[in-house]
């Protein structure tokens, strides 16, 4: 029998309570120790004291020199610096939600996004600003390019804490992420979910107390990036930022600065082991105690090469998605006894994996993984729908497939359906299926993943021409130029005669990479 729950006035909040917020850990660890650096980049600092302080203007500016509110939003645009650390707490300090743009997305992509956010205001990187300003970007009221114009904004706002009304569940960043139907969809973040997510990093990762140094080698404006080069400063540590991934320069800052801590994906490793036995001999990393890989699967054979350039107990392999956050996390013991194995669930996190008829499967059965924690998105910003099927009484699920192991270890089967991860970023077969479709030569277009040995996969499209067309892959690919980020771009476009379906008129994709891995045809 149910028990009928009473209706009534909402229970009332202790005195003691306090939102939880991105900014207000930070404000705490300033307040132990104001002069101790908190971010560096390019060999200038910024110590905790004059954080807390721009982070404040920052507040202060957006309401009082951008007149916004609560609840509505500014487009970030620049690469790694610490500008986008205060810019990101100062807004969502006062319920304004920063909206991270990818600085390598084409002046259309950029239009979309802005758009369909409805963000007022832009903050960008100078050497972003031409591409900024070519954007059609008619809801755009201010453009605020970062140097001396971006100090001028921050002067002549007050340094005194706003006293904003915020509550932690408030969205405190949108992340763009893309979906079945190719249109990116905003991934609503909020404080609550990446505080105690930083809670969860420090307990397994355990990298994360004042006296820890970490490196920011992963693009901020993705979830994970700005999250693993935030949770640093959120406890009192320090975090240097690199603008832009340099493999010789990493290792040479993980030395220089004595990092104990970093996150890459497996992009990040080719490269570093690309260097060669000279370099990698001559940059040392005694100081390093953790590095976090993330976004795409690393081979074995990296792993092995990782454990024996780095050393043991460094390793960690986590899974996650952005409305997900951090899923689990294979530890550095496991790393070589547990193959192609993404580990055990994450503190605080609990783990399904159902069956087509909405069960658990059985240990060693391929479901679909469902997590339940507190470090779920809010939804998606206005898709009430795709809210809707993402969820089921709680428990999110973004597509993947996986098995679990007598252990009681996870194993993703397979990923988000037809998911491309190139270089560590997630690259959507619908969206640049759609802008081959729009060429007149173009009948049927499918975009599939083939392994690649830098890259992780590679973007090959297969095309059926329409009848009588004679269209080129080199007409193609100028076709999809300008209008999709260069990572989006098809490294080869082949012709065939006919897509493979299945009955229903679906096609099937893993037919064409296996077609591919065989060599015979497309």
Known sequence: MTRRRESGPAPSRPPTYRPLTISGGIRAAAGRTPDKPALGMDGRSLCYRDLVERIDRVSNAARAGLGLARGERVALLA???????????????VGIAAVMVNPRLTAAEIAYICADSGARAMLVHPELEDLARSADLPGIEQIIVLGPGYEDWLGRAAATPPGAAVEEWDVFAMHYTAGTTGEPKGVLLPHRSRALTFFGMAAEYGCYGPADRALAI????????????????????????????????????MADCAVTNTFMVPTHFQALF?????????????????IVSNAAPLAQAMKERIVAYFGEGILHETYGSTEAGIVCNLRPEDQLRKQQCVGLPFPCTEVRLLGDDGREVAPGEVGELHSLSPYLFNGYWGRPEAT????????????DLARRDEEGYLYIVDRKKDMIISGGVNVYPREIEEHLLRHPGVAEAAVIGVPDEYWGEAVRACVVRRPGADVTAGQLMAH???????????????????????????????????????????
């Open 274 to 290: 690309a260097l060669g036995a000279q370099v990698l001999q001559r940059q040392r990393t005694p100081a390093l105690r953790t």
């Open 218 to 253: 992963a693009p901020m404006f993705h979830g994970a990036g700005f999250a693993f080069a935030v949770a640093p400063v959120f406890f009192g540590g320090y975090c240097e930022i690199l603008p832009r991934f340099d493999p010789e320069r990493a290792l040479g800052l």
């Open 388 to 399: 809707a099927q993402a969820l089921r009484e709680g428990w999110l699920t973004v597509g």
């Open 480 to 522: 999809c130029e300008g209008h999709l980020a260069r990572y989006k771009l098809p490294r080869v476009i082949a012709f065939v005669d006919e897509l493979p379906r299945n009955a229903a008129g679906k096609v099937l994709k893993r037919q064409l990479r296996d077609t591919f891995e065989r060599g015979t045809g497309a």
């Open 79 to 93: 690469p790694n610096c610490p500008e986008l650390v205060e810019l990101v707490c100062g807004l969502s300090a």
